[in-house]
């Protein structure tokens, strides 16, 4: 089913949390909603979902308005199912049971709710925990109840909020292949909420970059790393600096060296710049191009180290990747070999 924003706007006290948001969801595509917390993500899901009531604009589902000027469609009837981070499993039912009970309540036999319950226990690998209650299961295990659950309900639209939000790092990147497994055997529209960018950008068809109630850019996952539309969504998806550089006849200087980056020139002045780790090459002393800095901070991330270099005439530090260890004070020299423009 596909999902149609437009104009979408929801305030509490006057303090707008969803602040005029237009999209169009294909269906089946998985889209991924990405800003730091309080930008409005929760909210804006739980318009989508019928529980919250619009102030403005509407929302169509599969091409039915669910949303609008007076109208406003209980949750019940918008068709959509639900994963949230806290799993709101019902601790003395059974796995099967949990899976089975809401087939139930929404009026199939309890024969025919267990079959179907037994059926997508087996799509999350759990069919022989079927038995047991939710307390014996491990977090992971208890998230793929309720993606189970989700699923026998044959929701053409899933809601999911910071889904892998209480799990450990390692079920973290587990979890996030299944949900791409899980995408594909449902083949429902999923509209995913998190935080965490690195979690969107390995999850989603397309991604929203979100700030302050608003989408500041949309698009595929590696559009928006390789093309951030500003030095907001820059700063905000994947490792780098932004800083200052200045365009001359079509040439781009940092800190008085030309240097390559990818984008529109434009006209000749002050622009930013995004260079990331990958873009920066150190060098050997005295090669031609070449910036030199000392380095303010090393931490060993596991198989490289992370450095911070402090370039004079540059306020932020670059971040680089060193395949050796640094020490704090050295002094290095840098072949910028790539960074975009941002758009003015
Ligand atoms: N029921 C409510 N009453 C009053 N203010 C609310 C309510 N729900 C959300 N807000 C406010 O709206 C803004 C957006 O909140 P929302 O929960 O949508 O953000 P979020 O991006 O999901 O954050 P998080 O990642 O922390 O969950 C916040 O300033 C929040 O305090």
Redesign the pocket.
């Known amino acids: 089913m596909s999902i149609t924003l437009t104009d979408l706007r929801k305030s509490?006290?006057g303090?707008p949390?969803v602040n005029g948001i237009d999209i169009d969801i294909a269906p089946g595509e998985f889209f991924a909603i990405v800003?730091a917390?309080?930008?409005?993500?929760?909210?804006?899901l739980r318009l989508i979902a019928g529980l919250e009531v619009a102030d403005a604009g509407e929302i169509a589902l599969g091409g039915k308005q669910v949303s609008g000027p007076g109208l406003h469609l209980p949750s019940e009837a918008r068709g959509v199912g639900f994963v949230f981070q806290s799993y709101a499993l019902w601790p003395h039912l059974d796995v099967r049971g949990n899976v089975a009970f809401p087939l139930e309540a929404a009026g199939l036999r309890a024969v025919e709710a267990a079959r179907r319950a037994e059926r997508h226990l087996t799509t999350v690998a759990l069919e022989h925990y079927a038995s047991r209650k939710p307390a014996e299961l491990s977090g992971g295990q208890r998230q793929r109840v309720a993606l189970a659950r989700c699923l026998a309900q044959d929701a053409g639209i899933i809601l999911m909020d910071e889904p892998l939000a209480n799990l450990d790092p390692h079920l973290r990147a587990t979890m996030e292949e299944e949900l791409v497994a899980f995408h594909r055997a449902a083949a429902a529209t999923t509209v995913y909420?998190t935080?965490d960018q690195r979690e969107a950008m390995a999850v989603a068809d397309r991604m929203a970059v979100m700030a302050a109630g608003r989408f500041l850019q949309v698009g595929a996952p590696d559009e928006v790393y390789a093309r951030p539309a500003s030095a907001e969504v820059a700063r905000f998806i994947g490792e780098g600096v932004v800083h200052p550089v200045t365009v001359t006849d079509g040439v781009v200087s940092l800190a008085g060296q030309p240097v390559p980056v990818q984008g529109e020139g434009g006209a000749d002045g002050p622009r930013l710049a995004l260079f990331r780790p990958k873009d920066l090459v150190v060098t050997a002393h005295g090669e031609g191009g070449a910036l030199t800095g000392r380095v303010t901070a090393v931490l060993y991330r596991g198989g490289y180290w992370e450095a911070k270099l402090a370039v004079d005439g540059l306020t932020e530090p670059f971040l680089l990747h060193l395949p050796r260890r640094a020490q704090v004070g050295d002094e290095l020299a840098l072949c910028v070999s790539d960074g975009w423009l941002l758009p003015e």
């Open positions: 509490f006290s303090k949390a800003g917390s309080g930008c409005g993500k929760s909210t804006l909420i935080h």
